[in-house]
């Protein structure tokens, strides 16, 4: 017999001769965690989620929805901005500024490491998962480190304080697909270490309570607010195509189909009568091509002149309006953006509320940029300064560009890039 004593503390064969406690020393993830008896797990890294699938799982649940993926990638257009530069900070009237800086080995490394579309890469996962997996190669003969993000679908944090990429992560038989590749851990502070290795993983990510490996967007915790815009979305598909609700209370004798004429049949032959008629039924109610259609029905007369027991089709209410389904389709949607961290009127979910004007989402669009952006700038831009760092510049910052919206009489592409001297 095991009794649980704590969430890792375990009393085995309580009462018995040979009792004994057990202490569960590995830890997971509060959210979206593996299994709690992850020191048994056969796996040599840590699993991403129970199923080790969460990325897929939260993938699928947004494939047919009509929103998430556009706010992501609104989320991630606000990060970036105008792109990443390079900044000195500069006393400049007592105060302390950054001014935009380059010099030829900056532009041929960031030419190298295609740094824009790696910046592109890591806000992707970034807003995608919240954790942003970068490959380091050293290239001996630049003396740099050339930067690509491993996509997170295939990589994994392994056991020993290494990282596993496997292209098959996500499915079951992912070590019977491909072998999995083993990648030393990137050590920001010993930067020999770094280029003996020659290849290296850094993990990128918001240390959040309760996360000691995976980190996760917020939006995922808005699972369900998704599931239901996509059932919504089903519904009215189906409905279209078949009618919404049910739309008919349809009552027959039970006898109905019992005899043929004055000869009674077996209960063989009376369920196959009934299947055939409900298939029929189906077909002359549901259907795109059937809604609201009319229904004539022949029947008899009794020796009193009165209709004999027949079909009887009654046409039932629907209490549940279009507006009603409506109303929860905003609501879901709402409740998503916010998850996502996107101002509902940006986001194009709040139309019409009176605070959609010119001026407004001017303002509303520089918030977003100013506070809602820092954090996953930091992350994105981590491993950038590293990279500048160990090429020997202490002195030179990345950032990011911001753009102003501005009104056309003062800038024709009514937008401009500016920087955030706050950085």
Same mark, same amino acid.
């Given at each position: ?305 009165? *209709? /004999?027991?027949?079909? @009887? &089709?009654?046409?039932?209410?629907? #209490? ?5 389904? +409506? %109303? ?61 760092? *160990? /090429?020997?510049?202490? @002195? &030179?910052?990345?950032?990011?560009? #911001? ?5 056309? +009489? %003062? ?13």
């Amino acid at each position: 017999m095991v009794t649980q004593l704590s969430p890792n503390l375990f009393m085995l064969n309580e009462g018995g001769n040979n009792g004994a406690i057990l202490q569960l020393t590995g830890s997971r993830d509060a959210s979206f965690g593996g299994s709690t008896w992850s020191q048994y797990d056969a796996f040599e890294h840590i699993r991403w989620g129970a199923g080790d699938n969460q990325p897929n799982v939260m993938r699928k649940a947004i494939e047919k929805n009509t929103t998430v993926q556009s706010l992501l990638e609104s989320l991630r257009d606000m990060i970036y901005a105008s792109g990443v530069g390079f900044f000195k900070k500069e006393m400049i009237e007592g105060k302390s500024q950054l001014v935009e800086y380059t010099d030829s080995r900056l532009e041929d490394w960031s030419w190298s490491t295609d740094l824009q579309d790696y910046t592109i890469s890591a806000i992707n996962q970034r807003v995608d998962n919240a954790n942003i997996f970068t490959k380091w190669k050293y290239n001996p003969m630049e003396d740099w480190f050339d930067l690509s993000v491993l996509d997170s679908f295939k990589t994994r944090i392994g056991k020993a304080g290494d990282f596993h990429v496997n292209p098959y992560f996500g499915y079951a038989n992912h070590q019977v697909l491909t072998k999995t590749e083993k990648i030393k851990g990137f050590n920001r502070l010993d930067r020999e270490f770094n280029v003996k290795q020659t290849v290296t993983v850094s993990h990128s990510k918001t240390n959040q309570p309760g996360q000691p490996y995976y980190s996760f967007a917020s939006w995922w915790c808005a699972e369900e607010a998704i599931e239901l815009a996509n059932l919504i979305t089903a519904f009215h598909k189906n409905g279209i195509l078949n009618g919404y609700n049910i739309k008919y209370l349809i009552r027959m004798p039970q006898d109905h189909f019992d005899k043929d004429g004055m000869r009674a049949v077996d209960s063989k032959e009376s369920k196959a009568r009934w299947s055939k008629f409900s298939d029929n039924l189906s077909g002359w109610l549901a259907g795109q091509k059937n809604v609201n259609k009319t229904m004539l029905i022949k029947y008899l007369r009794g020796s009193d002149g009165k *209709m /004999m027991d027949n079909v @009887d &089709v009654q046409p039932l209410k629907n #209490e549940m309006s279009d507006d009603a389904y +409506d %109303k929860v389709w905003k609501k879901s949607d709402q409740n998503i953006a916010n998850s996502v961290g996107i101002l509902p009127t940006l986001a194009g979910v709040n139309p019409g509320s009176g605070n959609d004007s010119g001026s407004q989402i001017r303002v509303m669009a520089e918030y977003q940029q100013h506070f809602r952006t820092p954090i996953h700038r930091h992350a994105v831009l981590k491993d950038i300064n590293t990279a500048i760092r *160990m /090429m020997g510049y202490k @002195d &030179v910052f990345a950032g990011f560009k #911001e753009v102003q919206l501005t009104t056309l +009489d %003062k800038n024709p592409n009514g937008s401009e890039a500016v920087v955030n001297h706050s950085l």
